[in-house]
């Protein structure tokens, strides 16, 4: 986020376009480019970066960071205070990075106690009325579709799809190239490549549309047959995950199957409490 600026430096340069509607603090920082639509409110802790574009009546207020080229829709509320009873006034951030929209009436919660994060990454979609809660980690080029609400502390990895009209509970984990079907009930992890559905949701099989769509079946095809085979031995034999995973970890497991056992092996171990370790990047 270079050349940032005071918001009133940057109206007397003529390089923001802020409607003289907007109620924008004097100490937010606005880039090069940044438009304010009317009746907006940033607050003076704001960060917003070059290109971005504010609609109507969205307010922007806490610690905020926004990196650059995003399109926040009228009607959206970014970084307010956690619906959380723990909260007790600590200064927490929401960071959003760059070639994200946010469409109108979405809202996304600041974390909890000091020193935390909520954190959006890359080129996502959050279509109109979706809900972001504290603590929440959401990956890149991910597609939430309209009205899901989101728990508290639920991390969302890169190229998941999750469909309309859903809730996910609090620590979900939701992997790598996973789709969750329109008003499934989300109360427990979603593997990555996998498809989830129904109410409560399970899982329904692998996420042929995502995987075909990333070139997976065709460029590797050797991976892809060996996650299918994974899949079957893990959700439709008749063993118990835990001895499916024994199993598995015999053979050679290349990328996407390595992936959909650590992430397994993870998500069911002892004690488990909270969301898993990082997992966004796919590396």
Not at 63 to 75: A, L, T
Not at 116 to 143: R, W
Request: proline share 4%; aromatic share 6%.
């Amino acid at each position: 986020m270079s050349e940032l600026q005071s918001s009133e430096s940057l109206i007397t340069d003529n390089k923001v376009n802020i409607h003289e509607y907007a109620d924008v603090s004097p100490k937010a920082q606005l880039g090069q480019g940044v438009t304010v639509g009317s009746g907006a409110v940033i607050g003076p802790d704001v960060i917003v970066g070059p290109n971005t574009w504010v609609g109507q009546n969205v307010i922007i207020e806490g610690k905020v960071k926004i990196g650059s080229n995003n399109k926040i829709f009228p009607g959206a509320c970014i970084g307010l205070e956690p619906q959380d009873l723990k909260y007790r006034g600590d200064s927490t951030d929401v960071i959003i990075g760059d070639n994200n929209t946010f469409r109108e009436y979405i809202t996304i919660n600041r974390a909890t106690f000091e020193g935390e994060k909520t954190i959006v990454g890359n080129k996502n979609l959050l279509m109109a009325y979706s809900h972001l809660g504290h603590n929440c980690e959401i990956g890149n080029s991910v597609v939430i579709a309209n009205s899901v609400q989101i728990a508290g502390h639920v991390v969302v990895e890169d190229r998941a799809v999750i469909g309309g009209c859903l809730g996910i509970h609090q620590f979900v984990h939701i992997g790598y190239l996973a789709m969750v079907g329109g008003m499934t009930r989300v109360d427990r992890d979603v593997p990555p490549y996998c498809l989830a559905e129904g109410h409560p949701g399970r899982m329904r099989g692998l996420n042929k549309v995502g995987i075909k769509r990333q070139n997976i079946d065709k460029e590797n095809k050797e991976e892809y047959l060996q996650l299918k085979r994974i899949w079957n031995l893990l959700f439709k034999s008749e063993y118990v995950i835990s001895d499916g995973l024994k199993i598995a970890r015999k053979e050679n497991l290349l990328q996407s199957s390595a992936r959909l056992c650590g992430f397994i092996e993870f998500s069911i171990g002892k004690g488990r409490r909270g969301p898993m370790p990082s997992l966004l990047s796919n590396k």
